[in-house]
C-alpha cells in the first residue's frame, strides 16, 4: 500500500439525521451513543485503527460544534474537523478542500453514521485505485424495486440484476476528485454522493464489492441491529493455539513445573529455570495470537533470559492477550513424564497458572499421562508438555 502513496479519509458526519429520532429533541444520530461510544467515534477511530491509513478528516455539522469538541477527542493522525456546508456534496468539497495541503494522493470518503469499518472494504477499495480513478463498493439489490412518482401507482419494475445498492468509503484518486468537485460546485449541485460527482465528471469508477456489516445507521432499527451486532457473537472471535516442549533431566533434586518445584532424583535442564509447564502455555498463548513462539520473544541466545524465572514468559504472553483488546478463554496442559508425580501438585500448578494469567482456576486444566515406559519419556531420560490455549480475540482485530 505504502509506494502509493498516503491515504486520506473524510468523514461526512454533517447531516442531522431527522430520521432516528426517539425523543423530539433527541441528538444527531452521529452523536448516539452505540455500545459505550458516540457512531461517529467508532467511525472516526475504524479508520485510525488501521495502518495503511495517514490522515483522518471529520467534517461535521454547523450546528455540532459542540458536540463535537465535547467526545475530547485526540489522535495522531485525526485532523482538525471542518465545519461542513448545507449539503453533502459541498461538505464533502470543504473536506477535500481541507486535504490541499495534507499532500495525499487518494482519498476516502465516507459517512459518519456507518460505524463498522471493515478493514477488507477498505482494502478492496484502495487496491482498485491503483488501476481506477474511483472505486465504488456495492451490494446487489435483494428487494425487487418499484418505480412510482406518487407512492401509488407503479409506473415501472426496475430490472433488478442491474441495480447495486452503493456504499462507503468511496475511493478517489485525490486529484481528480478534487477537481470534479470544483467544478460540479458551479455546474452540478445535489449530487447524491461523491461516485456521482465522479460520473458527472467522466472519471473511471469501478465497482467493487460492498459488506453487509458496512450498513448506513439510517433508522432505529439500523440502531437496533448495530447494537445486536456489538452486544452478540460477532464482537469477539475465538482463536487457539498449541505447544509442545521438551526437557532433558540431568542430575539434581527437583524438577520445577508451573512454577511448582518438585523434590526429584533429577532436575531439567534448560537456559532459563527449564518450567517445561510454562514454556508450553506461553507458546500456546503465542500461538493463538499468531505472534511467533518463546524463542522469538526471549532467545536463548540472550544471556539476560539464563535462569530466567519462566513466569516471565507466562506473564508476557497473557499481557499481550490482554493488549489486543482479548481475553484467555481457556488453558489446558499435559504433562508427560513417568516420574515424579505430578497428582499431589497439580491443584498448585493450576492455582499459579491461574494467578499468572489473571484467570479463574477453573478456566485452567492441568493432566498428567505417562508414556508406559515407552520412547524416551518412557526411559526417563526427559519429559515432554503440551498445551492448548483458547482465546477471544475482538473481531476484525488484523
Ligand atoms: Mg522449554
Given amino acids: ?30 452523536y448516539r451513543v452505540l455500545g459505550g461510544k458516540t457512531i461517529l467515534e467508532r467511525t472516526l477511530f475504524g479508520f485510525l485503527a488501521l495502518d495503511f491509513i495517514d490522515y483522518v478528516l471529520p467534517v461535521i455539522g454547523v450546528d455540532h460544534r459542540e458536540m463535537f469538541s465535547a467526545l475530547a477527542l485526540s489522535h495522531p493522525k485525526l485532523l482538525s474537523c471542518v465545519i461542513g456546508g448545507g449539503e453533502r456534496q459541498e461538505s464533502c468539497f ?64 426496475m430490472n433488478r440484476s442491474e441495480l447495486w445498492a452503493a456504499q462507503t468509503p468511496q475511493g478517489f484518486q485525490y486529484k481528480k476528485i478534487l477537481a ?28 467493487v464489492k460492498g459488506d453487509e456489516r458496512a450498513f448506513k445507521i439510517t433508522t432505529n432499527s439500523d440502531f437496533l441491529r448495530a447494537e445486536t451486532m456489538l452486544n452478540g457473537e460477532n464482537q469477539m472471535e475465538p482463536r487457539v493455539g498449541s505447544g509442545m516442549d521438551i526437557h532433558r533431566f540431568e542430575p539434581g533434586d527437583k524438577v520445577r513445573l508451573g512454577g511448582v518445584d518438585i523434590p526429584h532424583s533429577a532436575k531439567l535442564k534448560g537456559h532459563s529455570d527449564a518450567d517445561a509447564a510454562l514454556h508450553v502455555l506461553t507458546d500456546a498463548l503465542l500461538g493463538a495470537l499468531a505472534e511467533g513462539d518463546i524463542g522469538t520473544h526471549f532467545p536463548p541466545s540472550e544471556a539476560k533470559w539464563k535462569g530466567e524465572p519462566s513466569e516471565t514468559f507466562l506473564t508476557f ?49 492441568v493432566k498428567a499421562t505417562t508414556s508406559e515406559k515407552l520412547g524416551f519419556v518412557g526411559r526417563s531420560e526427559g519429559l515432554m508438555t503440551l498445551g492448548t490455549a483458547t482465546i477471544e480475540l475482538p473481531r476484525g482485530d488484523d
Fill in 180 to 207: 470534479a468537485h470544483r467544478k460540479a460546485r458551479k455546474l452540478a449541485q445535489g449530487l447524491t454522493d461523491d461516485a456521482a460527482v465522479a460520473e458527472w465528471a467522466n472519471m473511471d469508477v469501478i465497482l
Fill in 1 to 30: 500500500m505504502s509506494e502509493q502513496g498516503k491515504i486520506g479519509v473524510i468523514v461526512v458526519a454533517g447531516g442531522k439525521g431527522l430520521r432516528l429520532q426517539r425523543h423530539a429533541d433527541d441528538m444527531p444520530k452521529q
Fill in 94 to 157: 470543504l473536506g477535500l478542500q481541507a486535504l490541499e495541503k495534507a499532500g495525499i494522493e487518494r482519498v476516502l470518503i465516507h459517512d459518519g453514521a456507518r460505524p463498522f469499518v471493515e478493514k477488507k472494504l477498505v482494502l478492496r477499495v484502495c487496491r482498485a485505485l491503483e488501476n481506477h480513478d474511483g472505486a465504488l463498493p456495492v451490494l446487489p439489490v435483494t428487494d425487487t424495486i418499484k418505480q412510482s412518482e406518487d407512492g401509488k401507482t407503479i409506473l415501472a419494475t
Fill in 317 to 365: 504472553a497473557a499481557n499481550r492477550v490482554q493488549e489486543r483488546g482479548g481475553r484467555i478463554v481457556h488453558l489446558d496442559l499435559t504433562i508427560n513424564c513417568e516420574a515424579p508425580k505430578i497428582g499431589p501438585v497439580s491443584k498448585q500448578i493450576k492455582d499459579n497458572i491461574a494467578r499468572i494469567c489473571d484467570m479463574s482456576a477453573s478456566r485452567v486444566s
